[in-house]
T-cell receptor
């Protein structure tokens, strides 16, 4: 069963705008990761946030984690057409088998 | 040039045939994973291996088989028992078995049943 639920399923914005994607999960986690997938390609890791962290930045990416609400958000600032892709959250359980449980993803389209 | 490779990129299978998807990594990772992705969906775990000569079933292992005879290789066989095999298959690896390291993905194999 899939742990993460992502919202929205699809998002379309203009270049330069910010894009926010949300991920909710059901059970306690060790960490939460965000991945990007260009159409027909493999996934690329973007950022990892641990359960004891609340916010993390990487370039134009900002990730927050609220363990009390079991949710995370990914913010992409000043979006570019090249950011067009699907974005997935993935969780590692607190019991940590090393496996990732993926959400269904948010498809982001950035219009030039 | 380090990384994880999958072959072939596209694969066509007739009904009743077994096919094998290749996954190779030169990252010296202990753990390797196979995922299935259907259109508009997330990834579902088929099998994973944390050490050579050992592997575990994931969430959707029925109709699939794997082997892990070498650290760098983790081939996936889609058997005729898999009733709906048309999908995008992704292989991944990471550094230490059971760790919270990120996973590194191959480019994927798209399997189509004719």
């Amino acid at each position: 069963s899939q742990q993460g639920e992502e919202d929205p399923q699809a998002l379309s914005i203009q270049e330069g705008e910010n894009a926010t994607m949300n991920c909710s999960y059901k059970t306690s986690i060790n960490n939460l990761q965000w991945y990007r997938q260009n159409s027909g390609r493999g996934l690329v890791h973007l950022i990892l946030i641990r359960s004891n962290e609340r916010e993390k930045h990487s370039g134009r990416l900002r990730v927050t984690l609220d363990t009390s609400k079991k949710s995370s958000s990914l913010l992409i600032t000043a979006s570019r057409a090249a950011d067009t892709a699907s974005y997935f959250c993935a969780t590692v359980f607190a019991s940590n088998t090393g496996k990732l449980i993926f959400g269904q993803g948010t498809t982001l389209q950035v219009k030039p | 040039d380090g990384g994880i490779t999958q072959s072939p990129k596209y694969l066509f299978r007739k009904e009743g045939q077994n096919v094998t998807l290749s996954c190779e990594q030169n990252l010296n990772h202990d753990a390797m994973y196979w995922y299935r992705q259907d259109p508009g969906q997330g990834l579902r775990l088929i099998y994973y291996s944390q050490i050579v000569n050992d592997f575990q079933k994931g969430d959707i292992a029925e109709g699939y088989s794997v082997s892990r005879e070498k650290k760098e290789s983790f081939p996936l066989t889609v058997t005729s028992a898999q009733k709906n095999p048309t999908a995008f298959y992704l292989c991944a690896s990471n550094n230490v078995a059971g760790a919270t390291d990120t996973q590194y993905f191959g480019p994927g194999t798209r399997l189509t049943v004719l």
